[in-house]
């Protein structure tokens, strides 16, 4: 089985069945769903299907192939009220995507992460430099200071610091988020991952996919290191796992390159099996 720890229903209008269609396509198992509440922060027009009431109605229909995850407004004056009410239904695992135009040590957001803390809910965070959770380099403090909290690292920024050069000013020529040059040891999300427990990296996406396939003797070494703190995901928009967009649309999908990457560099088929699913499946309690 797999366990796919970030997808999205709603991401234009791909549906709970496309969730399921894509874990299939794989040979099936787990995703977990994670909505982005819409608001003053995190409003943006692709996300206004992604709703945390949509994600739990489709979780409804699916059952437990589909592991829900809910996401307020930070900024809400009841964020945290909400947080408390949806936990007491039951039906979450953890809290995110956390995709917001704050900074990451926010007091808001701290605070909405130390109430995860003593929910025993993970917190799932997009850092991406100019855009989402930004000043990036305090999260260690973060770390520091929420020690009962779980964090997931996601997006551009928690993965283009695998390597300690980063091109971190947006303005500059020749910017990228997804830099591509072989990883100069130290960088911050590895010294993270290695010093503090309460951290774990999610491998979806272009920037996930990036950071082990840019400099392939760095990757192999770092998925060895990080045997226990890896969670492989996709947060991929296709359909089908055949890379179908929608809309005539089509690209390759995330899955057929970190899969075939992840056998490649995996010791062993338990090794493979901690990143794909066992490690997720510990974290969110659901071990069999
Ligand atoms: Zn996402
Ligand atoms: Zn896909």
Not at 193 to 218: Q, T
């Amino acid at each position: 089985m797999i366990l796919d720890f970030h997808t999205h229903i709603g991401q234009g209008s791909r549906s709970a069945a496309h969730v399921i269609a894509h874990h299939n396509a794989y040979g099936g198992g787990k995703s977990v769903v994670l909505p982005i509440e819409p608001g003053d922060c995190t409003a943006m027009g692709a996300y206004a299907g992604m709703r945390t009431e949509l994600a739990i109605e489709a979780v409804d229909e699916y059952g437990d192939e589909l592991i829900p995850f809910c996401h307020v407004n930070p900024l809400a004056p009841d964020a945290l009220d909400q947080i408390r009410r949806y936990h007491a239904t039951g039906k979450f695992y953890g809290f995110g995507e956390h995709k917001v135009r704050l900074a990451c040590d926010h007091p808001d957001s701290l605070d909405i992460y130390r109430l995860c803390g003593e929910l025993g809910w993970p917190v799932l965070i997009h850092f991406e430099y100019r855009n989402y959770s930004y000043n990036f380099e305090a999260f260690e403090t973060v770390l520091k200071t929420c020690p009962e909290t779980t964090f997931i690292g996601h997006a551009q920024a928690w993965w283009a610091n695998v390597s300690a050069e980063v091109p971190r000013d947006y303005r500059a020529p020749g910017y990228t988020a997804y830099p591509k040059d072989p990883v100069v040891h130290g960088g911050l999300t590895d010294r993270w991952l290695e010093e503090y427990p309460n951290i774990y990296g999610d491998l979806s996406a272009g920037s996930g996919l990036g950071a082990i396939s840019r400099d392939r003797e760095f990757g192999k070494d770092f998925v060895r290191r990080h045997r226990t703190k890896l969670l492989w995901a996709t947060d991929c928009p296709c359909r089908d796992g055949k890379g179908n967009w929608g809309e005539g649309r089509t690209r390759e999908c995330f899955a057929s390159q970190t899969l075939p990457l992840l056998q490649e560099y995996c010791e062993s088929e338990d090794h493979y099996a901690d990143i794909t699913y066992r490690n997720g499946l510990r974290l969110l309690g659901l071990e069999d």
